[in-house]
DNA sequence: CTGACTGCAAACCCTTTGCAGACCG
DNA sequence: CGGTCTGCAAAGGGTTTGCAGTCAG
């Protein structure tokens, strides 16, 4: 991993690091090491996987600068997080084919339902990745509650438990 | 809450505590009423919330019977969990449109790629909810490694961290 | 009645934060 | 050189577990 070989995530290092630049963040020897990790990796690796991967060369790196690289990049828009956010653990009850809204400011998920998107065509690929048990649509955006409060408050401090 | 206003609610509710009872779990109060409130709700709240709207009809019911009560949901098939279970969290770096197969087993996440499914046509329900930033196609499904332990090891005892 | 279940509290683990020294620009 | 960044360690918060009393069947 981290070798560059992929065109295309050479491109991808390229642009992150123009912007974090840009944005006058120093780009250290550790951030440059996580940013490759990061973009030649596919899978989206949880912050362990990506400490271990990055140790070999970074022998000394903690894990908390993984964290706050890889919130960096969120905070610069280079990255997003994966699933319904931070908050506790949420489970899905409803076993109907639904599909999810997920806002990414409050966490909050809402089912809603249309029948065209039940049945998905999925590409070839996915099959030799594994079995497939369910597929459904993800949206994501900001809910219109969230929506209001944002206007209200215009801009305040990300204190990062609350993206 | 837990009214059981809408037929399908309460048909859901019907199917969770016939099948509870079946697999020889006791049908408490305390899980009822944990049961009446996920069924209740269209939206998959975070523990701590079902938690809170339990607590006026279940004075004294604690957290972690919320959480056990929503685990044995999940061990009898009734519910998922949402997003990449457990582990930790995890950041997708990738800003082209692409889409997420999960397993269910490991929480592995691997991108897969599918112009049609790049602009997926959603319901207008959806923009009654909030703003829309991004819309992916999530598979769920036991990735080719899993299935190649489960073969072997036959089964084994859920200890719940590693469903 | 009896084994399963709950509530409590402590343990666990992942994530974040405060601070002093190190380093980029 | 100065302000930012890192590493360390400790705090913080969500989730799980062990145990003794309680309750459903």
Redesign the pocket.
Known sequence: MGKMRHPEAERRLDHITTTV?SA????????LE?FREIVANEAHP???TIFRAVRPR???????????????LHDLGLATTLGPQ?????FDANLSPHHHYVCVRCGLVRDFHSPPLNSLRLPEAVTRIGSVVDAHVEVRGVCAQCARKVQVSAQKKP???TP
Do not use: A, F
């Open positions: 630049k006058g963040v120093k780009l250290t020897h550790q951030r996580i949880d912050v362990e970074l022998p000394t790196v903690s894990l908390d600068t993984v964290y706050r690289t890889l919130w960096l931070r908050d506790g653990m949420r204190t990062r438990r």
